[in-house]
């Protein structure tokens, strides 16, 4: 059976980090495409960073870009999550997903929550 399961989510202050992880089992993790996505409260869920297969392809959204920073570890079968400088507005829950390109499929964590607040 293929799991996600997220770690690392807790409560930080502005401008703080904070390090998620995504453990995955179950699947051929070298051929999923790896995003994280996050969702606010009465909000959209969006996605806000991806990585390839190989670690060297990566993605950012906007609101991210420069502050967060994905890495993989393929022998663990693990994504990590860095965040950074965090602002308020980061508050959500982020959830790992793993998509894979050729078949279309796709696999969801059940997130861990991340509060940024003084």
């Known amino acids: 059976q293929v799991q996600l399961v997220e770690s690392g989510g807790g409560l930080v202050q502005p401008g703080g980090s904070l390090r998620l992880s995504c453990v995955t089992s179950?699947?051929?993790?070298?051929?999923?495409?790896v995003r994280w996505y996050r969702q606010a409260p009465g909000k959209e869920r969006d996605m806000v960073i991806s990585?390839?297969?190989?670690?060297?392809?990566?993605t950012y959204d906007e609101s991210v870009k420069g502050r967060f920073a994905i890495s993989r570890d393929n022998a663990k079968n693990t994504v990590f999550l860095q965040m950074n400088n965090l602002k308020p507005e980061d508050t959500a829950t982020y959830y790992c997903?793993?998509?894979?390109?050729?078949?279309?499929?796709?696999?969801w964590g059940k997130g861990t929550l991340v509060t940024v607040s003084s």
């Open positions: 990585i390839g297969t190989g670690g060297a392809s990566t």
């Open positions: 997903n793993a998509y894979r390109i050729t078949g279309g499929e796709e696999y």
């Open positions: 179950g699947l051929d993790f070298n051929m999923f495409r």
